[in-house]
Nanobody, 111 residues
């Protein structure tokens, strides 16, 4: 059973930065896209950023210009660089590859 292992979450002050990483426990073949989603308390899970196999990226409007998604295809690893964090970015962040999901990593931004 493949698991996605996330790391890099934590507590940061507003204006700070964090970098999330996600890698599978074993090789996943035929990944068309990798993405990061987030879910804040009382809200639905939403797409934060997505990167395709050809490195085409798209972002939620709320994070454009602040977050950057990248990947290492050889390692099947995806990253999310988050800069200028705001309290409204507080959520559990989930990695997605194909049909697999990570367990989530908490990001808390204090004001």
């Amino acid at each position: 059973q493949v698991q996605l292992v996330e790391s890099g979450g934590g507590l940061v002050q507003a204006g700070g930065s964090l970098r999330l990483s996600c890698a599978p426990s074993s090789t996943i073949f035929s990944i068309n896209a990798m993405g990061w989603y987030r879910q804040a308390p009382g809200k639905q899970r939403e797409l934060v950023a997505r990167i395709s196999r050809s490195d085409i990226t798209n972002y939620a409007d709320s994070v454009k210009g602040r977050f950057s998604i990248s990947r290492d295809g050889a390692k099947n690893t995806v990253y999310l660089q988050m800069n200028n964090l705001k309290p409204e970015d507080t959520a559990v962040y989930y990695c997605n590859m194909a049909t697999f999901w990570g367990q989530g990593t908490q990001v808390t931004v204090s004001s």
